[in-house]
């Protein structure tokens, strides 16, 4: 069975880091483009972080310089170092890899 499960998620102080993890099973990372997205409470989903199947990487103009996404091959992990958080990071994020998702993780930032 194909999925995604991300993990990691939490309550963190604005201006704190979090680190959130997308395992696969029935799929191989290192054999596609996976990305981050997240979708804030009455908003759309959007793209946060993606990275490609030779590690070019691309960030959202508002993760740029705050947040890093990473793979780990041999493990089969995605993650996504998410530093200096604001209140507006809230939402819950979700890992992609072509049209399947995860279940998606709750990232809430206070202020």
């Known amino acids: 069975q194909v999925q995604l499960v991300e993990s990691g998620g939490g309550l963190v102080q604005a201006g704190g880091s979090l680190r959130l993890s997308c395992a696969a099973s029935?799929?191989?990372?290192?054999?596609?483009?996976v990305a981050w997205y997240r979708q804030a409470p009455g908003k759309q989903r959007e793209p946060v972080a993606s990275?490609?199947?030779?590690?070019?990487?691309s960030y959202a103009d508002s993760a740029k310089g705050r947040f890093i996404i990473s793979r780990d091959n041999a493990k089969n992990m995605v993650y996504l170092q998410m530093n200096s958080l604001k209140p507006e990071d809230t939402a819950v994020y979700y890992c992609?890899?072509?049209?399947?998702w995860g279940q998606g993780t709750l990232v809430t930032v206070s202020s």
């Open positions: 992609n890899v072509r049209d399947l």
């Open positions: 029935g799929i191989r990372f290192s054999d596609n483009a």
């Open positions: 990275i490609a199947r030779f590690t070019l990487t």
